[in-house]
């Protein structure tokens, strides 16, 4: 079974701190995610990378940055907290970027409050 | 623009019933469809997927649906149990680039005994 992990499943920072969220998969995958997830609103994509240093914006990359030093390892920094960037926030993986093979398997989330 | 709709929002139906989830898109190009399930506290994990050229698949008593001229999709549900208890997140593909991979924002279905 693939598996995703993350770090923390909740934390509670305060406004402006520098917050790191850690990702791990198992299983060789190419590409990794980041995504936020608010009530009533669909997941969104914050980053991804397909490749070790490899990143691309998604949709709402202001506030983030990330980070992919090896394979299995994308994490995801929020430079200077604030209160909008209370959210869940989910990691993903798949095998390869190819339509037919694009599963992502997800972390169990993180959830994130900012004071 | 890309969008994904869900309907309804939210579900409850007492336990040993059937439901139908509903998903329209407006995604182009169309690449495939999932489902997924969310439950509380957890990461979505997929359920079915479907190309173009697929109108039906099922995954135990998940059954998905695609209808791509009209640009909708539905999951139904038969003899719903308690664990059935999740969101139901319809998620489309519109292209190769992962920034194309858009979300609905889920139905919450309870069951209740």
């Known amino acids: 079974d693939v598996k995703v992990t993350q770090s923390s499943r909740y934390l509670v920072k305060r406004t402006g701190e520098k917050v790191f969220l850690e990702c791990v998969q198992d299983?060789?995958?190419?590409?990794m995610f980041w995504y936020r997830q608010d009530p009533g609103l669909g997941l969104r994509l914050i980053y991804f990378?397909?490749?070790?240093?490899?990143?691309e914006k998604g949709d709402i990359p202001e506030g983030y940055s990330v980070s992919r030093e090896k394979k299995e390892r994308f994490s995801l920094i929020l430079e200077s907290a604030s209160t909008n960037q209370t959210s869940m926030y989910l990691c993903?993986?798949?095998?390869?970027?190819?339509?037919?093979?694009?599963?992502?398997?997800f972390g169990p989330g993180t959830r994130l409050t900012v004071l | 623009k890309n969008q994904v709709e869900q309907s309804p929002q939210s579900l409850i139906i007492l336990e040993g019933k059937n439901c139908t989830l509903q998903?329209?898109?407006?995604?182009?190009?169309?690449?495939?469809l999932r489902w997924y399930k969310q439950d509380t506290g957890r990461g979505p994990v997929s359920l079915t997927i479907?190309?173009?050229?697929?109108n039906t698949k099922s995954n135990g008593r998940y059954t998905a649906t695609l209808d791509a001229d009209t640009k909708q999709s539905s999951l139904h549900i038969t003899a719903s149990q308690l664990s059935d208890s999740a969101s139901y997140i319809c998620?489309?593909?519109?292209?190769?680039?992962?920034?194309?991979?858009?979300f609905g924002s889920g139905t919450r279905l309870s069951i209740r005994p």
């Open positions: 998620v489309v593909r519109g292209g190769s680039s992962a920034s194309k991979i858009i």
């Open positions: 299983m060789d995958h190419e590409n």
């Open positions: 479907m190309t173009f050229s697929e």
């Open positions: 990378s397909y490749d070790v240093k490899m990143k």
């Open positions: 998903c329209n898109y407006t995604v182009s190009p169309f690449s495939n």
């Open positions: 993903a993986s798949t095998p390869t970027r190819l339509a037919g093979a694009d599963t992502q398997y």
